[in-house]
């Protein structure tokens, strides 16, 4: 080989041989590298023959230099392309492939630079006429050689190299990046000439791909002990291309040998993350053994990097506060939605004025007779006076008030009205004619008559007639023994604790009672008017024309209640009688009984001494002004800690006696949970409750409000 084309091809292949600082990692950039530096040695075996060889045909030469121009032209764009396709495929093949990879590229680079250079007559007379290079216009030539005549078309004989399939790399942690453009600029700075870059119509960043790792490589999980890495060896000298001129017919055409490549070391690869995405290239993946699991916290501090703070005591207090605040406050919330949404309780009235009133003077004593037993009551206020000893005894026919308050009381009616009627039996016929034998009876009924309600009442209580007691005992009941039952159970609901009856007249001595109790009957008797206007007459008139007189003398000699008289030998006079008052504006009823009276005409000593005590108990009667109209006497407590109070509706008095202490209490009515100022809520009672005498409305002061969210929160019953 001449030695001006040996250096030239040494000088060629000095910027390939330099090596390279960074690991060959992507086999596609070096074959894309190669395929430059074949077309280069191509074109400088080339001239190497042409300055060897001065007798060639310079119109052949310069055709032959064109037409291989325009294709060195055409491969380089392809293999450009081609590059950049490999650089951006994932490479499969192991980076011990590299450098068999570029053995081959070279060996194909002599082959097109021979094909070249044997080519044409020119090569073989090794005239020095410069070579175009591709891309560039071609150089004129010297001045005093004759001018090139235009190339004429001659069939040559041109050898195309294969192209090489890419090589592709092994699975490694990291991407080499551009390694094609970085060789060819390195080439080109070392032979001092600049290619133009082939146009590919794609932008620099289209044909780099860069590996972006989804974790850091030394992230303390991934982090474990490795071998202490070799250093990367150096990319392996390429083989220098030898310029050969065209051979002689004589002398065969060697053949290139490729020089022993010395076997690159394996590069020291990262560990392999523990965990890591299935498809991630450069990870590999290991088997782990399943771990217990981890508290929240130290979980919680793996997948942060941010171990578990160390335990305090005001860590720990802190953590239990995040915990149990929450809790608290639901508890708290579902508290107070409960307490707002519970039934208000039921409003109560309370007194706030005295509870009592006492009437000036000394104790009433009200003048009694010297025998027997009394009793006297204002009805609804309290007991008057009262003397002898309260012990049961015979009543005579004051038993018949039981009888009369039985009968209207089962069948009810209102003044002047007569009610059923009744038909007398044989019974009542007969015992009509008791009257004989001193009894009292009505003589002038006959079986089969009729008589209203109202009739044979005042048969009972105006002559005092046993036959029809026994009568209506008969018709309520259907027997005598089953009406006095009723009798007695009337007493015991009455409270008359010391009474017994055992027939419906008082006939017999068995009917005990006491004047205590027949008051407490009295009381109950005068609030049934039907039966006061029976007993308030001085006669009555039977059915038949017969005009009977009332026993009881009260009535009409000073407008009295009659009620009723009894006497018997046994029994002695007795009466129970009632009288009515108007006292401050208030009508009051009095009530007494007398009891045991044996004076001969035993019946007109129990009048007269009944009457003398019923005057002086009118008399006492008095009357004071205890509360003024709009005057507070309480309040309505709506249980939660509200108080609205109320005042009276007009001026309050008092009925009673001297040394009289009356009762005040507070009734409630309909208590809403609102309302305006004014409405009525209750009524102020003045005297012994149940049966008080004097009533006053109460109403509210000021607007009664519901009570607040407050209130309902704290409320615990």
Do not use: C
Not at 29 to 55: C, H, I, M, P, Y
Not at 269 to 289: D, I, K, S
Not at 553 to 582: C, D, H
Not at 589 to 604: C, D, F, R, S, Y
């Amino acid at each position: 080989m001449p030695e001006s084309a040996e250096k030239v091809g040494n000088s060629a292949d000095s910027a390939d041989a330099e090596p390279d600082t960074e690991p060959d990692a992507d086999a596609g950039d070096d074959e894309a590298a190669a395929s430059d530096e074949g077309d280069d040695r191509g074109e400088d075996g080339a001239d190497d023959g042409e300055r060897a060889d001065v007798e060639g045909d310079a119109r052949l030469r310069a055709a032959v230099a064109a037409w291989v121009g325009s294709a060195d032209a055409k491969k380089g764009t392809g293999d450009a392309e081609k590059a950049e396709e490999t650089a951006e495929k994932p490479e499969s093949k192991s980076t011990e492939d590299a450098p068999e990879a570029e053995a081959e590229a070279e060996a194909e680079s002599e082959s097109e630079a021979e094909a070249g250079a044997g080519d044409g007559d020119d090569a073989a007379q090794g005239k020095d006429t410069p070579e175009p290079k591709p891309g560039r216009a071609p150089e004129p030539a010297p001045k005093g050689e004759p001018k090139p005549e235009p190339p004429v078309d001659q069939p040559t004989a041109v050898f195309k190299a294969p192209r090489p399939k890419p090589a592709v790399d092994q699975p490694t942690t990291m991407l080499k990046l551009g390694g094609a453009k970085k060789d060819d600029a390195k080439a080109g700075k070392k032979s001092g000439e600049q290619k133009p870059a082939p146009k590919t119509g794609e932008s620099d960043v289209e044909r780099t791909s860069r590996f972006v790792a989804l974790k850091p490589l030394d992230a303390p999980e991934t982090r474990k002990p490795q071998p202490k890495p070799q250093s990367h060896p150096q990319s392996p000298p390429k083989p220098q291309p030898q310029s050969k001129a065209a051979p002689s017919p004589a002398q065969p055409k060697p053949k290139p040998k490729p020089q022993p490549q010395p076997k690159p070391q394996p590069v020291a690869q990262p560990p392999a993350a523990q965990t890591g995405p299935a498809g991630l290239t450069g990870l590999e993946r290991t088997t782990q053994q399943p771990l217990p699991p981890k508290p929240p916290l130290d979980l919680l501090a793996e997948l942060t990097n941010t171990p578990p703070p160390p335990e305090t005591p005001l860590r720990t207090a802190a953590r239990r506060v995040k915990i149990w605040t929450p809790l608290v406050v639901l508890l708290a919330i579902v508290f107070a939605v409960v307490q707002a949404v519970r039934p208000l309780p039921s409003p109560t009235l309370a007194l706030t004025a005295k509870d009592s009133y006492t009437f000036d003077g000394g104790r009433l004593s009200l003048p009694w007779p010297s025998e027997g037993q009394g009793w006297m009551d204002g009805v609804g206020i309290g007991t008057m006076d009262h003397f002898g000893n309260q012990t049961p005894v015979a009543i005579g026919s004051v038993a018949k008030t039981m009888t009369a308050y039985i009968i209207l009381r089962d069948h009810p009616l209102k003044p002047g009205q007569e009610g059923p009627k009744i038909q007398v039996d044989a019974t009542a016929e007969k015992e009509g004619g008791y009257d004989k034998a001193g009894e009292s009876t009505l003589n002038t009924v006959k079986a089969g008559d009729f008589l209203t309600e109202k009739q044979a009442l005042s048969a009972v209580m105006i002559p005092s007639a046993n036959n029809i007691a026994r009568l209506l005992a008969r018709w309520d009941a259907g027997s005598e023994a089953a009406f006095v039952k009723k009798m007695n159970d009337t007493a015991r609901e009455l409270g008359m604790a010391h009474t017994t009856y055992t027939d419906p007249s008082g006939l017999k001595e068995t009917t005990v009672s006491t004047a205590e109790d027949q008051v407490k009957l009295g009381n109950a008797f005068v609030k049934v008017p039907a039966l006061v206007a029976i007993t308030s007459v001085a006669s009555w008139t039977d059915p038949s024309g017969h005009y009977w007189t009332n026993y009881n003398e009260l009535p009409y000699r000073m407008g009295a209640i009659g009620i009723k008289t009894g006497s018997t030998t046994a029994a002695g006079g007795n009466l129970l009688f009632a009288s009515r008052k108007q006292v401050g504006g208030q009508t009051v009823t009095v009530v007494g009984a007398i009891l045991g009276q044996h004076k001969p005409k035993i019946l007109e000593t129990a009048n007269a001494v009944s009457k003398t005590a019923l005057l002086a108990a009118q008399e006492a009667l008095t009357s004071a002004k205890i509360l003024k109209k709009g005057d507070v006497v309480g309040y309505v407590d709506d249980q939660l800690g509200g108080h609205t109070p109320v005042v009276i509706t007009k001026d309050v008095t008092a009925v009673g006696w001297a040394g009289l202490k009356v009762d005040l209490s507070l009734t409630a009515g309909h208590l809403p949970h609102s309302a305006k100022a004014g409405t009525k809520v209750g009524t102020l009672t003045v005297g012994d409750g149940a049966q008080g005498a004097v009533r006053v409305p109460v109403a509210l002061q000021n607007d009664l409000a519901e009570p607040g969210f407050a209130d309902k929160l704290t409320r615990v019953g």
